[in-house]
């Protein structure tokens, strides 16, 4: 609208022909330059700036690069050149875009559910990798729900399944779509009749989605909520100073597709306020009170005992541990008990487990094992970086494809995804991927150091996918092996594209020159 008026003062006078003295009339000032240009300015657009501290320094960041923001009611448009949207299932297509933005950097990817979904996880999984995927996630059974007889079913493998474990096997049902630690129990026995019972209980997903509907999520129809899981609960993970169960919360990058280039970084030690209890020991009465005390989201018996030592003594999600009763936002502790740990913690806390206690065998230390005399915590962090970046390069590794087939097929040569995934760790040191989460949250939270390192993330993540932008715009091919200025933290995941022998000649002579250089 300004440069719309400001175009209309320039314009020229009406002509002498109105037989008219003009001599008098002022000349308009000169429009500015930077007025004139700003139709041309690259823009960009943050989904739920005002609700996330991250998500406005990202918006810094892109102002920083020189892009003018664009409000939501402005899109579609031309000259976006940079969309954080997380959430497929909030906008259809073209809401927001009109399919002739120049390479834009969209994060906005309607196939993510493939690793973000639950229940599509473990089968995106299940069907690259068969029965080595329960290598890289605990095992996983989808159950999905039969709108026409209104229950849930249980199928042959999940019975058989079942069926084959101890009476006292512990299993964790979760709905697909489920976030921030709801829609979450667990369930201990082998009897299939009795957990059909269990979740019919439990979940009643005739109304799941309908809050989404009611505030305005446009494009349901990419996700599916009518699913649950039941997965095979990790029964003895490593405890933080043997009594506290954690997991660790790091980040991957999608950084471009087709052909997808991804990029791992650390993250935090998320530790629950109450301490572990194994329940495979926990007496049957006590099981059932514990189990039952969950209820539903509306009816949670949150002054039960067994409430707290189910939930916040095995569910470490941060959301779930900010709602103790006794949670001290000033020290993100409970009863003294710190629920966040930087990076730099849990390095040092896996040397004490690892090296000064020696509680892995020593394959364990892969390359090192044969070094262990000269083992150092720069070491450890590597190795735990290895381990994590592996995890993440087999999930993408099975969903690369379907990437890369959206990519061409909504001609979206910079499309890139954030996402956050959770990491456990048991008593033989085994790393298991539980989820990779579309919306991590970036409320900057927590200690200083945890502030510091996630505002660095997001900055570097920005200048990764800005610079491939611009190699991209150049004309210049971009894959894995393509060196990036901007990278210096995060750190590159090896997916598994066969390279073809001209592409790794042309590597080799490269490197050769990289030497001789």
Request: net charge neutral; aromatic share 10%.
């Amino acid at each position: 609208l300004d440069l719309k008026m400001a175009m209309q003062a320039s314009a020229p006078l009406p002509s002498a022909t109105f037989n008219q003295n003009v001599s008098n009339v002022p000349v308009p000032p000169k429009v500015p330059d930077k007025l004139l240009n700003l139709h041309k300015t690259p823009r960009y657009y943050v989904h739920g700036k005002t609700k996330s501290h991250g998500k406005q320094y990202i918006a810094s960041c892109l102002a920083d690069a020189g892009m003018v923001e664009i409000p939501s009611t402005f899109l579609p448009d031309n000259n976006s050149a940079f969309f954080w949207v997380q959430r497929e299932f909030e906008f259809l297509d073209d809401e927001l875009f009109t399919g002739n933005e120049n390479n834009a950097c969209i994060g906005f990817c309607p196939s993510q559910g493939a690793v973000c979904d639950k229940s599509r996880f473990a089968q995106t999984l299940y069907r690259y990798y068969g029965d080595d995927a329960w290598k890289i996630t605990p095992l996983t059974v989808d159950i999905a729900w039969d709108a026409q007889r209104s229950q849930w079913v249980i199928t042959d493998r999940l019975r058989t399944l079942m069926a084959s474990k101890p009476s006292n096997f512990v299993w964790i049902t979760k709905s697909s779509l489920g976030s921030l630690g709801s829609n979450i129990y667990m369930f201990r026995g082998n009897d299939v009749e009795t957990f059909a019972q269990f979740i019919a209980d439990k979940y009643q997903p005739e109304n799941w989605g309908q809050r989404l509907v009611t505030t305005g999520c446009s494009n349901l129809g990419v996700v599916e909520f009518k699913s649950i899981i039941v997965q095979e609960y990790i029964q003895r993970p490593l405890l933080y100073n043997g009594r506290y169960k954690f997991d660790l919360r790091v980040y991957s990058l999608l950084a471009t597709t087709n052909p997808c280039i991804l990029f791992y970084h650390c993250g935090k030690m998320r530790v629950c306020g109450v301490a572990y209890n194994d329940l495979r020991h926990v007496d049957e009465d006590d099981m059932q009170a514990m189990m039952e005390s969950m209820g539903t989201a509306e009816e949670e018996d949150t002054s039960s005992n067994g409430y707290n030592a189910l939930r916040y003594g095995h569910l470490s999600n941060c959301k779930i541990q900010r709602s103790h009763e006794n949670y001290d936002h000033g020290s993100a502790s409970i009863d003294g008990q710190t629920m966040l740990n930087d990076w730099r913690a849990f390095v040092s806390f896996m040397f004490h487990v690892a090296v000064e206690r020696k509680q892995f065998k020593s394959e364990w230390f892969e390359n090192y094992q044969h070094t262990m005399d000269s083992f150092t915590l720069q070491d450890m962090q590597h190795l735990i970086d290895v381990k994590c970046a592996r995890l993440l390069a087999q999930c993408y590794s099975a969903s690369k494809a379907i990437f890369d087939a959206e990519s061409v097929r909504y001609n979206r040569p910079c499309q890139f995804m954030f996402h956050g995934s959770d990491i456990l760790i048991d008593t033989e040191g085994v790393f298991k991927l539980l989820e990779c989460n579309r919306q991590p949250s970036l409320s900057l939270i927590g200690h200083a150091s945890i502030k510091n390192m996630t505002k660095a993330m997001l900055k570097e993540a920005i200048d990764i996918v800005l610079e491939i932008r611009e190699l991209k715009t150049n004309g210049e091919s971009v894959n894995q092996n393509t060196a990036l200025k901007a990278q210096k933290r995060w750190l590159k995941c090896k997916l598994d594209y066969a390279v073809p022998i001209t592409q790794r000649v042309q590597n080799l002579i490269h490197g050769l020159d990289k030497v001789l250089e």
